[in-house]
């Protein structure tokens, strides 16, 4: 199986700073298609994940231009360019590439 | 709008059997292939089980297979999980996920616990 491995496991943010969250795979999740399927998820306090960033670097509708993916190969980030008091939650990775799908263990963001 | 609604969730002891069903609206279910994710309580997610739009192809995590079969029933947009054999570790809320790009859409999710 693929191991997602997201680091940090906790980080404390400060509203209106940068903030950053890396993911590495244990395998490539480059597809045969050539595109990366790492996804990005956010869960909010009581609700259900949401995504914010599939194949690598595409944003999902009405999510916020202040979120952004990045990297290759083995490994990943989600940026938040600056902090809002609604990103308190907690982010996961997630890799689409392979069977089993596997998701990191998850980074919680707190003010 | 894209709407999922988990139903079927309960308390049941261990070895008992449990079917969830997933109702989807907002979107052509037949289109979509379809995933159940699991969130044990404080902890993070799982992916349980996958079925294509047809239902032709299945996948299973190692954790549930041979316990676990997913279905569906695309004349009435509906997602099922059967569950038998349960154990105390399947206790966590279950999640109806579309496939689109992965993952794209979820629902509010139903609580299964086991225990005696």
């Known amino acids: 199986d693929v191991v997602m491995t997201q680091s940090p496991l906790s980080l404390p943010v400060t509203l209106g700073q940068p903030a950053s969250i890396s993911c590495r795979s244990s395998q490539s999740l480059v597809y045969s298609d050539g595109k990366t399927y790492l996804s990005w998820f956010q869960q909010r306090p009581g609700q259900s994940p949401r995504r914010l960033i599939y194949?690598?670097?595409n944003r999902d509708s009405g999510v916020p231009d202040r979120f952004s993916g990045s990297g290759s190969g083995t490994d990943f980030t989600l940026k938040i360019s600056r902090v809002e008091a609604e990103d308190v939650g907690v982010y996961y990775c997630m890799q689409g590439a392979r069977w089993p799908r596997t998701f990191g263990q998850g980074t919680r963001v707190e003010i | 709008e894209v709407q999922l609604v988990e139903s079927g969730g309960g308390l049941v002891q261990p070895g008992g059997s449990l079917k969830l069903s997933c109702a989807a609206s907002?979107?052509?279910?037949?289109?979509?292939?379809m995933n159940w994710v699991r969130q044990a309580p404080g902890k993070g997610l799982e992916w349980v089980s996958y079925i294509s739009s047809s239902g032709s192809t299945i996948y299973y995590a190692d954790s549930v297979r041979g316990r676990f079969t997913i279905s569906r029933d695309n004349a009435q947009s509906s997602l099922f999980l059967q569950m038998k054999s349960l154990r105390d570790e399947d206790t966590a809320v279950y999640y109806c996920?579309?496939?689109?790009?992965?993952?794209?859409?979820w629902g509010q999710g139903t609580l299964v616990t086991v225990s005696s």
């Open positions: 996920v579309r496939d689109y790009y992965i993952f794209d859409s």
């Open positions: 194949q690598l670097s």
């Open positions: 907002g979107f052509t279910f037949s289109t979509y292939s």
